[in-house]
């Protein structure tokens, strides 16, 4: 038995309670959510939104794909998943790929980041050094900014201008990833 309410804020339908869903480009999630298996279409760049703490995401084995393209740069936009001010998030078992990031996590503690890919996000081998595009705030696989006492484990991000950009994060254990400009 599937129970989803679905209701909407500011024009974007809202899941406020679901087992098993289907992501698309817009999603804001209050609760706990697994995804349906599949690779979907965010071509968009529009990502989905984490509107509440002491939730679980699991995306098992979902893929986002964003508007990005290999070699150029500047098709890559949007964030596959974004999230300011909640706590407790745990966010695990998913692909994105094609987007500027694939996770921002913004004002935040006590987050679990487990088992994600976000290989193929933006990057610019040709660039050199810096930051290119993103004004500081970082591009890549996962972004995290003002976030303290998370556990970052077991993910994967290759192909990415940054691995894991780190930005006032503090007393955040990370283990057992593999981040790679190639």
Do not use: E
């Not at 024009?11 to 480009?25: Q, S």
């Not at 705030?137 to 976030?147: E, K």
């Not at 077991?154 to 990370?174: C, E, F, I």
């Amino acid at each position: 038995t599937l129970c989803l309410v679905i209701s909407t804020v500011v024009g974007f339908p809202v899941v406020t309670h679901a087992a098993t869903v289907t992501p698309y480009p817009g999603m804001i999630i209050t609760t706990n959510v697994t995804f349906t298996p599949g690779t979907y279409d965010f071509s968009s760049g529009n990502g989905i939104t984490v509107a509440a703490g002491n939730i679980t995401i699991d995306g098992n084995g979902a893929l986002l794909v964003g508007p990005g393209t290999a070699g150029t740069p500047g098709s890559f936009v949007g964030t596959a998943v974004s999230s300011d001010g909640y706590n407790g998030v745990t966010i695990k078992n998913l692909t994105a790929k094609g987007f500027l990031r694939g996770l921002k996590v913004k004002n935040g503690s006590v987050w679990t980041i487990q088992n994600n890919n976000f290989s193929d996000n933006f990057t610019d081998p040709s660039y050199g050094w810096g930051d290119p595009y993103t004004g500081g705030t970082g591009a890549g696989a996962i972004v995290l900014d003002h976030v303290t006492g998370s556990s970052i484990t077991g993910n994967t991000g290759n192909h990415v201008w940054d691995g894991l950009y780190m930005y006032y994060s503090d007393g955040n254990t990370v283990t057992d990833n593999h981040f790679s400009p190639c």
